[in-house]
């Protein structure tokens, strides 16, 4: 059973352009959540998706959107790439009901670095 | 306001040695808590999780935690570290389906 897995694994931008991170979820699992993950700090919630809409969202400007496809996988789309959007990306999936829903699995994370 | 406090940015402790990395969270949130592990340039490894129950959890390679609610404190502990212990450490907290997590700690094993 494959975990979540998320791609690229690295990224190189340049300040301005837009970058798009894509996550599949734990099997099972209908909702994904997108954290952000400055370097030497603990992962930010970005906002979460199921039932292909953002269901909530943590303090991170317009410039980060996102979508869910019907297979229940998600993207992060960063526009106007700044030099503080380098991080390390994490996707989570969870089950929407249950007790299980409580837990978050995370994926392996992509890492941005803006020049 | 902040869910998870870790009170302790780095801990230093020798191999073989005891170690207990300390969090406390705000009692105002729902308590369903998780220590995770992060290896260096490594994503997220869940340890162990608190969701109901004994409040004695035991997780993976050799780790456990205490859920005190008197004291809103979840420390984790681990009777004898190993070099392979050497990463940083997140306490977390589901708040609202959103993992809030704390700012880390880091442990450093001593050889």
């Known amino acids: 059973d494959a975990g979540v897995t ?3 694994t690295h990224l190189i931008k340049t300040r301005g352009q837009q970058v798009t991170l894509r996550c599949s979820p734990k099997s099972g699992h209908d909702t994904v959540s997108w954290y952000q993950q400055a370097l030497g700090q603990g992962p930010q919630f970005i906002f979460q998706y199921y039932e292909e809409e953002e269901r909530q969202r943590g303090n991170f400007p317009d410039r980060f959107s996102g979508h ?8 992060l789309n960063v526009n106007a790439l700044l030099l503080g959007d380098s991080a390390l990306y ?9 007790f299980s829903s409580y837990e978050q699995y995370f994926g392996p994370g992509t890492r941005l670095t803006v020049t | 306001a902040q869910s998870v406090t870790q009170l302790d940015s780095q801990v230093p402790v020798f191999e073989e040695a005891p170690v207990e990395l300390r969090c406390n969270y705000s009692s105002s949130v729902s308590v369903y808590l998780f220590w995770y592990v992060q290896y260096p340039n490594q994503g997220l490894q869940l340890l162990l999780k608190y ?6 959890v035991k997780g993976i390679n050799g780790f456990e935690a205490e859920f005190n609610k008197s004291q809103t404190s979840f420390h984790l502990r681990k009777p004898s ?8 450490y997140f306490c977390a907290v589901n708040r609202d389906d959103k993992i809030i997590f704390g700012k880390g700690t880091r442990l450093h094993i001593l050889p």
């Open chain 1, 90 to 98: 994490l996707c989570a999936s969870s089950p929407r009901f249950g």
């Open chain 1, 6 to 8: 998320q791609s690229p």
């Open chain 2, 51 to 56: 969701l109901s129950g004994s409040t004695l």
């Open chain 1, 68 to 75: 869910q496809f019907p297979n229940y996988s998600s993207e």
């Open chain 2, 81 to 88: 570290v190993h070099i392979s212990d050497t990463a940083e």
